[in-house]
């Protein structure tokens, strides 16, 4: 009776290890992702990559998101940040291929490697963290259709200082 039970054991045990995904098993489909911006307390927006919005608050935060969008599809977002006195910007949060995805040539065999994981969206991973650094507006004025821009001397590239014009 013993030997029966071991061979059940080891039956189940193989068959677990054949409908399950090495990445399911090892990591995740949701991360929780910092985001940061200098200076803190910028307004973010995250959009997921079909429009909808997924997230709405102020910097310094950490949110957690989902991994995959879709059989085989990775997620990707975009962070809007966006703060008073300061030029808006925009992030993107991209996917990157699991390492733990191509251990299913080895554990998680075929089904883990074409069903499971992708299924699951643990075939994929995202970053821990992003931080953006805001610019301040510049004062601009439209003269005879051009922009006049005032910036510091300091802001103003090397190459770009020896094309201006000292005005009186």
Same mark, same amino acid.
């Given at each position: 009776?013993?030997?029966?039970?071991?061979?059940?054991?080891?039956?189940?045990?193989?068959?677990?290890?054949?409908?399950? =995904?090495?990445?399911?098993?090892? #990591?995740? %489909?949701?991360?929780?992702?910092? +985001?940061?911006?200098?200076?803190?307390?910028?307004?973010?927006?995250?959009?997921?990559?079909?429009?909808?919005?997924?997230?709405?608050?102020?910097?310094?935060?950490? !949110?957690?998101?989902? #991994?995959?969008?879709?059989?085989?599809?990775?997620?990707?977002?975009? !962070?809007?940040?966006?703060?008073? =006195?300061?030029?808006?910007?925009?992030?993107?949060?991209?996917?990157?291929?699991?390492?733990?995805?191509?251990?299913?040539?080895?554990?998680?065999?075929?089904? =883990?490697?074409?069903?499971?994981?992708?299924?699951?969206?643990?075939?994929?991973?995202?970053?821990?963290?992003? %931080?953006?650094?805001?610019?301040?507006?510049?004062?601009?004025? +439209?003269?005879?259709?051009?922009?006049?821009?005032? !910036?510091?001397?300091?802001?103003?590239?090397?190459?770009?200082?020896?094309?201006?014009?000292?005005?009186?």
């Amino acid at each position: 009776m013993l030997k029966f039970n071991s061979i059940i054991s080891i039956v189940a045990l193989t068959f677990l290890l054949f409908i399950s =995904g090495c990445a399911s098993i090892v #990591s995740k %489909s949701n991360y929780p992702v910092a +985001i940061n911006s200098m200076p803190e307390g910028a307004t973010i927006t995250i959009t997921a990559k079909n429009g909808q919005q997924i997230y709405k608050g102020k910097t310094p935060t950490t !949110v957690t998101l989902k #991994s995959g969008a879709g059989f085989f599809t990775g997620a990707s977002y975009s !962070v809007a940040f966006e703060k008073p =006195g300061y030029e808006p910007q925009t992030a993107v949060i991209e996917k990157q291929l699991d390492g733990w995805y191509i251990g299913n040539i080895l554990f998680g065999g075929v089904i =883990g490697f074409l069903i499971v994981d992708p299924a699951t969206g643990a075939m994929w991973k995202l970053p821990d963290s992003i %931080s953006v650094i805001l610019a301040e507006k510049t004062s601009a004025f +439209i003269i005879d259709g051009k922009e006049l821009k005032v !910036v510091f001397l300091d802001d103003v590239p090397a190459q770009l200082r020896a094309q201006m014009v000292r005005v009186k």
